[in-house]
């Protein structure tokens, strides 16, 4: 600390005496009050001893002022010099509060670029999901409609498959990928505002550093001869509520770590929701391809099956021709044989009318007889035979209309499921991870 300066003397200045020499003859005026009014000249040792008072009175006071006059020279120069010092001590205490302040001030606005560039970054991200999330409503109205078309097969062929199952999975996943999109979005909102106000933090933090060493910077170029200079007897006072140097710098610290934490739970977020894009793209790829595998092979099965009921059904129809033909067989021999069975009746009728002794049992008749009960069986075995075969081909027929039936069937499953289901798969997006960035 700087010694304070030297006080004045306390010893008491010398006082003035107005004594007034009493005179030695009996009538003079000696003791009154003001010598002026004496009636009687002073006696000549009366004047030197007043002579030699004032002659003491004025080297007293003499002295004491060549005294005054070097302690307040002293006082003076030891005053000015404690100033000097004190005022350039004050000065280079500011220019290095100045450092001080442009350290965090310039700290301060690397952060808030830093984390305005990683806010800009997150909010690229955060728009990737938002495209992604577009992107997948595509694929989820594909499944959808794939399982709406596949339930208008018909009974027959609606099955619980392989392509149902998968169209299934395929649709699960979607949901279970737009449910993460859309949480990770939420999440990158928060995020993006936890980054804005930490930022504003930041700035507010920064701005009163500016103001701070604009003012600061001022002080350090005030002088003796500064124009704007003028008494503040109240700013000596400290006030209550002000930081210490200490907590100044912490202030500013905890606001750049909290950056710093922000800003690293941006990065890792940002990586997370490249993670996310890249995941759920190839887990998507995976399951389209493996729908459209599914889709193929029940393609090639229905294909297959469609082609042996048309083999089969050629085979029927060639069938029912050659039993038709049969039945037209059976027939005209049945007719043949009725006629035949009809001459050898008329033959026994007419011989029936022979005369007396010429109604002989003989052979012609015995041969006649005989005839016509072979016939008779002949027939009735046509007629059975023509029955069997008209049930046959009535069964033939039912075959063909079952046959046909399942064609149609395969046919309607193949439509829906190669022109309906894999036509519109097309659309499909390819890549939801390009998708993203467009």
């Not at 304070?4 to 007034?20: A, E, M, R």
């Not at 140097?245 to 490249?274: C, G, M």
């Not at 996310?276 to 793209?281: G, T």
């Not at 998507?284 to 029940?298: I, K, S, T």
């Amino acid at each position: 600390e700087e010694p304070l300066p030297p006080g004045l003397p306390s010893c008491p200045l010398p006082g003035k005496i107005c004594d007034v020499a009493r005179g030695e003859r009996p009538g003079s005026c000696c003791g009154m009050a003001m010598a002026g009014f004496r009636t009687s000249k002073y006696q000549l040792p009366e004047w030197h001893r007043r002579n030699a008072r004032v002659y003491n009175q004025a080297y007293t006071v003499g002295e004491e002022s060549e005294r005054d006059r070097a302690e307040s020279k002293h006082l003076t120069k030891h005053a000015a010099a404690c100033a000097q010092r004190a005022q350039e001590y004050s000065k280079t205490t500011l220019a290095q509060r100045l450092q001080d302040i442009h350290f965090w001030r310039v700290e301060l606005q690397k952060e808030v670029m830093e984390l305005d560039a990683e806010t800009n970054l997150l909010a690229a991200q955060k728009l990737r999901l938002e495209r992604t999330l577009d992107a997948t409503e595509v694929p989820y109205g594909v499944v959808t409609d794939n399982l709406q078309c596949r339930e208008r097969r018909q009974p027959p062929d609606l099955v619980i498959d392989e392509v149902e199952r998968q169209l299934l999975k395929e649709a699960d996943l979607i949901r279970n990928i737009r449910d993460l999109l859309k949480r990770t979005i939420i999440q990158a909102t928060n995020q993006i505002r936890s980054n804005r106000i930490q930022k504003e933090f930041c700035e507010l933090d920064w701005s009163d550093k500016v103001e701070t060493y604009h003012i600061d910077d001022k002080c350090v170029n005030y002088n003796n001869d500064s124009t704007d200079i003028q008494s503040h007897p109240s700013s000596v006072k400290f006030e209550e509520n002000a930081s210490t140097p200490k907590t100044w710098a912490q202030f500013s610290h905890d606001n750049i770590y909290s950056a710093e934490q922000e800003k690293l739970a941006s990065v890792q977020l940002r990586s997370l929701i490249n993670n996310i894009i890249h995941d759920v793209s190839e887990d998507l790829r995976m399951q389209r391809a493996a729908v459209n595998e599914a889709f193929d092979n029940h393609c090639r099965e229905l294909d297959d099956a469609k082609l042996r009921l048309e083999q089969h059904l050629e085979k029927i129809l060639k069938d029912i021709g050659e039993e038709e033909a049969n039945i037209v067989a059976l027939k005209k021999a049945i007719r043949d044989k009725e006629t035949h069975l009809k001459v050898a009746q008329t033959r026994l009728y007419d011989r029936s009318f022979r005369p007396n002794i010429e109604l002989c049992k003989d052979e012609p008749q015995f041969r006649l007889v005989s005839e016509v009960e072979e016939l008779t069986v002949f027939i009735e075995a046509l007629k059975r035979k023509l029955m069997e075969s008209e049930q046959c081909l009535k069964n033939l027929e039912e075959t063909r209309m079952k046959l046909e039936k399942e064609i149609a069937v395969k046919a309607n499953s193949i439509f829906i499921d190669r022109e309906k289901c894999m036509t519109f798969r097309i659309r499909y997006p390819v890549d939801l991870e390009v998708a993203s960035y467009k």
